[in-house]
């Protein structure tokens, strides 16, 4: 028997409901999740000013919980800046250019480099430093722009980001809305990733190479212009130009440092916390060294410079990530912290006390649970950005696992790979925009063009996670 539910449950119910509504209309949804936790600080103090109190303290919760992420991200992309304005960049793509011999091998070739660069620099930053060399290098060997656009946005934005096995910000904020270890959640990922984007990237080149035989997709002269301008990534700077030798340099230090990185975490088993830091240390000294070769006696300012653009951009991915979060933190580990000792006696928290009461109401099954979750992540990502509401697909998942008796890791994962691959830039067009600048596509063609791959996947996705359950 769980415990009795209270009003404590009931506004908290009713307020994920209101969230998922909110979403399905395209809305954002910061507003109802600080009424939502107002209201829940009422429900459980019944004081007017504490529920104020609490609305702030919950959001420096969840900053303090989501912190790591937000720096780890704004500081590669400081160093993607870097990497860009001062060309090492094109040196460290270059390789792969001679790889590139046919419209086949561009496509295969630009999404593996878009995925690998994409776990350690995030989609974003790695959109405008592959597209810049590697789209000139896809037109001449006949494959079209849209094909270009389609691979580095499944590959990247899709596989890389659904995992983000390396920086490991979709994961945390999943396993916290779950209230299970990152680790758990990184690790129930990996088959449906795999699956997702087998699946995925394989139908998407079929239906292009269809089309290119038929004449639908040609190579157009002016997609060859690449409106650099437009991302938000790159920009012009007046520092010193490096010789070739130095580019070159870089070009193999970078890589080299990471997989240094990756041997670290391995052998002395880092994860969660400790494997961003890695990451993110080791990005910010070769923001600092770059910066040092590249200004000179003007690095102490650019070095700052770059932070300052970094963190601009982190607050802006997360900025509308905290209050959602901050709600669904009171699911489970917030609501104590936020709070106190106020919720029922004997109570495991909010989420897992709803998920023992709907096991001992309705008759659930893995397929209902798999569905639900697929479902609900797709949902959360309708706004585009992927990340608002996985704390949401976590929180759902744990419910069902509670339910069931499934795995609430794998249930978690499959929410977080729907919330990524609908939200975060394969789907919602207002989220493809950087990949079809840079590409000179249009982005509603792309979302169109990448809707028929993304909804087999998530199908067959769905399918496999009811088995791994």
């Known amino acids: 028997m769980g415990v009795e539910l209270n009003a404590l449950h009931g506004v908290y119910l009713i307020f994920i ?21 107002f209201c ?14 609490g609305v702030f303290n919950s ?3 969840a900053i303090k919980e989501l912190m790591g992420t937000i720096l780890i991200i704004s500081v590669i992309s400081a160093m993607s800046k870097e990497l860009l304005s001062s060309g090492i960049n094109e040196v460290m793509v270059h390789p792969f250019t001679k790889l590139i011999r046919n419209p086949t091998l561009a496509y295969w070739v630009i999404g593996l480099v878009m995925m690998v660069i994409s776990w350690f620099f995030w989609p ?19 494959l079209p722009a849209m094909g270009v656009a389609v691979a580095m946005n499944l590959f990247g934005h899709g596989i890389a980001l659904s995992g983000d096995y390396v920086i490991q910000g979709a994961p945390k904020l999943t396993a916290d809305g779950a209230g299970i270890p990152v680790g758990d959640v990184v690790s129930a990922s990996i088959p449906l990733v795999f699956i997702m984007g087998f699946v995925t990237t394989v139908i998407a080149f079929w239906f292009l190479y269809r089309d290119m035989k038929k004449g639908v997709l040609v190579v157009e002269e002016n997609t060859a212009s690449i409106q ?42 880092l994860q969660g916390g400790d494997a961003t830091a890695l990451i993110g240390g080791t990005a910010l000294f070769i923001l600092i060294l770059i910066s040092s070769f590249t200004y000179g006696r003007k690095s102490l300012e650019k070095i700052t410079s770059r932070f300052i653009d970094g963190m601009q951009f982190g607050i802006k991915v997360f900025g509308p990530v905290i209050p959602v979060a901050a709600f669904f933190y009171l699911g489970d580990s917030g609501f104590i912290s936020i709070f106190g000792e106020l919720l029922p006696k004997g109570s495991h928290g909010l989420v897992n006390d709803l998920g023992v009461a709907l096991a001992n109401t309705v008759p659930l099954n893995s397929a209902v649970g798999a569905v639900t979750a697929t479902v609900v992540g797709a949902i959360t990502g309708l706004d585009g950005s992927g990340f608002s509401g996985i704390s949401l697909a976590g929180s759902i998942a744990k419910l069902f696992s509670a339910a069931i008796g499934a795995s609430a890791a794998t249930l978690t994962a499959l929410g977080q790979v729907a919330a990524i691959w609908v939200g975060g830039g394969t789907l919602i067009p207002w989220a493809l925009i950087p990949v079809a600048a840079i590409c000179g596509v249009d982005a509603f063609e792309l979302a169109r063009r990448n809707l028929k791959p993304v909804v087999i996947g998530l199908a067959i996705t769905t399918i496999a996670a009811v088995f791994l359950v």
């Open 124 to 142: 974003s930053p790695a959109v405008a430093l592959l597209g810049a060399v590697l789209l000139p290098v896809a037109l001449r060997v006949k």
């Open 40 to 53: 829940i600080g009422f429900a459980a103090t019944a004081s007017v000013y504490q529920s104020v109190m």
């Open 228 to 269: 650099q301008e437009n991302l938000d990534t790159a920009e012009s700077d007046s520092g010193k130009t490096l010789s070739r030798k130095t580019k070159i340099f870089f070009a193999v230090l970078v890589p080299i440092l990471f997989l240094v990185d990756i041997v670290v975490m391995s052998v002395v088993k």
């Open 59 to 61: 959001l420096i919760y």
């Open 17 to 37: 409901l209101m969230i998922i509504a909110i979403m399905v209309m395209r809305r954002d949804t910061s507003l109802i999740c600080i009424v939502g936790i």
